[in-house]
């Protein structure tokens, strides 16, 4: 018996022995293997373009915030925007940034956020402005969401902005269009006002909030060195009656009439296509040209052509470019329905290249 023992005391032994043996080894082997490289999946770009259903679209402006540097700036509008729209599908976002910060950011930001949320990301434009109505804000940002009810069962107006020396007078002329609109005061959902100066915003913010008191409004400074003065706000409303058509262009005798764009565009088709800023990167007649037929390839994915196009908002950096987007637009738009359109130089725009970009509102018409 202790013969037996013994040897199986010595075979246990032993085949422990083995067993840490080969556990050495394949540690010795695990140790000479390289590590596995943990790679991030990459973000996905916003889409070019995206739609919703006019019935049920909201618009929203996220609140002036000065705590911290932009990107946590963005963060908070974004979160704001979330909370705002509750669980709307935000197709559309324009941020309008001012100070030094890299425009390019926000387009990375967004990715992030919308990824991190698990929600399909809006169509995006980003423009420099000179300046925001706060010391140390530099990031505001508008969205367009699609609610699950209907809330505009007639449609919308989209008011194109209107020009003045001052922001009063730009305000009186909005309020104006409105009444020729058929939109009532309280129905106006978002104002934008851009100016040439921001000493008068507190004031235009009390008059606004007077005139159309449930309206989301913004005001941004165009140029941080403007070369004259300048106030034009722009406007959407939801509409009191349904138009006669899906789309109905208007210029009112009391407003000023220009044939090269519309002062009211009344929306009542299914959907509305949105696209994100297209740049155009040079100065030349082609340049240009070739921004604004990459633009009609975009919304065309979606159903849309230039003939359905009724809204434009332009942001050249020069004069001369705007000269020249003016000269060649109405290639690509319909002149004898010109779009609704805002049409101002701007600071700046997220490539150092771009001497210009355009975004559109279509209603496609099948």
Not at 39 to 53: F, H, M, T
Not at 106 to 122: A, G, R, Y
Not at 227 to 254: D, K, S, Y
Request: some cysteine; glycine content about 6%; hydrophobic content about 45%.
């Amino acid at each position: 018996m202790r013969i037996s023992t013994l040897l199986i005391f010595l075979l246990a032994f032993r085949v422990a022995g083995l067993a840490q043996e080969e556990r050495k080894i394949i540690t010795k082997k695990d140790e000479d293997k390289d590590p596995i490289t943990q790679s991030l999946p990459s973000l996905k770009d916003p889409p070019p373009a995206a739609a919703g259903e006019t019935a049920r679209l909201v618009f929203h402006v996220s609140p002036i915030s000065t705590k911290g540097l932009m990107s946590q700036q963005v963060r908070d509008a974004l979160k704001s925007l979330f909370h705002e729209n509750h669980d709307a599908q935000i197709v559309k976002l324009r941020a309008f940034v001012a100070g030094s910060g890299d425009l390019r950011r926000v387009q990375t930001l967004v990715s992030e956020t919308f990824t991190e949320h698990k929600m399909n990301l809006p169509a995006l434009s980003t423009i420099q402005a000179g300046a925001l109505p706060a010391d140390g804000a530099q990031v505001v940002i508008e969205s367009i969401a699609v609610e699950k009810k209907t809330v505009n069962p007639n449609g919308l107006a989209f008011f194109s902005g209107q020009q003045a020396k001052d922001v009063r007078t730009s305000m009186t002329q909005l309020q104006n269009a409105v009444a020729d609109g058929n939109v009532a005061p309280s129905d106006v959902l978002r104002i934008t006002c851009f100016l040439s100066s921001l000493d008068d915003a507190s004031a235009a913010r009390d008059l606004l909030r007077g005139a159309f008191p449930n309206a989301a409004a913004n005001f941004i400074q165009l140029q941080r060195l403007p070369v004259e003065a300048v106030a034009e706000c722009e406007a959407v409303g939801r509409l009191g009656r349904a138009p006669a058509g899906a789309v109905e262009m208007l210029n009112p005798a009391g407003l000023t009439r220009n044939g090269n764009y519309s002062q009211i565009a009344l929306v009542n088709a299914p959907k509305i296509v949105f696209s994100g800023t297209q740049m155009a990167f040079g100065q030349q007649e082609s340049d240009i040209n070739l921004a604004f037929e990459r633009l009609l390839k975009e919304i065309g994915v979606l159903g849309a052509s230039g003939k359905d196009v009724f809204w434009s908002s332009v942001y050249p950096l020069t004069r001369p470019v705007g000269d020249t987007i003016r000269a060649v637009r109405f290639h690509y738009f319909d002149q004898g329905r010109p779009p609704a359109s805002t049409f101002l130089v701007f600071e700046g725009l997220p490539s150092l290249d771009a001497s210009m970009a355009i975004e559109v509102m279509a209603a496609p018409s099948n």
